[in-house]
């Protein structure tokens, strides 16, 4: 069975670009795309998701406190943290609280794809024995260029340049 994600980010516009950009890349995962506290916790109950993404700052509350409620009801699930605010209180404080990782907006899709790929139980996801050409090469050089099936641009963050790179689907 294909994993799925919760994503909660306040900023849904993003988060719909970051998750259309994973899927290009990784196709079989699946997302829940929500934007407050109340929409993440009514997708955990009923989805029952695999990992979760949470932004700290939420219209109503904090994505940390929402990592505390997800743990006290399963405490295998790998989260992850994303913030744009100052990354260092946060990242100690995601980790203090059981997240699996940390990540400082603006960041690298393909470090987060990574992350997940390493944060999912090996139990909860078999890969397809065939992948397409587009999926394989992707993943053999994380930093190659996927093209999006939508008409927008997609800016991703890579840690290793020293500016932004704008990608422009065709």
Known sequence: MPPTLLFVDDNLPLARTVTAFICE?????????????????????QRRPD?????????????????LEFKLIR???PVIIISG?????????????????????PFSVLTLVATIESAIPLFAYQPQAAQ?????GARKNPFALVPL????????????????NWFFPK
Request: aromatic share 10%; glycine share 6%; hydrophobic share 40%.
């Open 25 to 45: 890349i990784r196709p079989e995962w699946r997302f829940w795309v929500v934007g407050t506290c109340a929409e993440a916790r009514q997708v955990y109950h």
């Open 51 to 67: 990992l979760a993404i949470l932004d700290v700052a939420l219209p109503d509350g904090n994505g940390l406190n929402l990592l």
């Open 75 to 77: 405490p295998d699930l």
């Open 85 to 105: 605010d100052d990354p260092e209180p946060l990242a100690q404080e995601s980790l203090a609280r059981g997240g699996h990782s940390f990540f400082s907006k």
């Open 132 to 136: 397409s050409p587009k999926t394989t």
């Open 149 to 164: 099936s939508t008409n927008r641009d997609l800016v991703v963050y890579d840690p290793m340049a020293t500016k932004f």
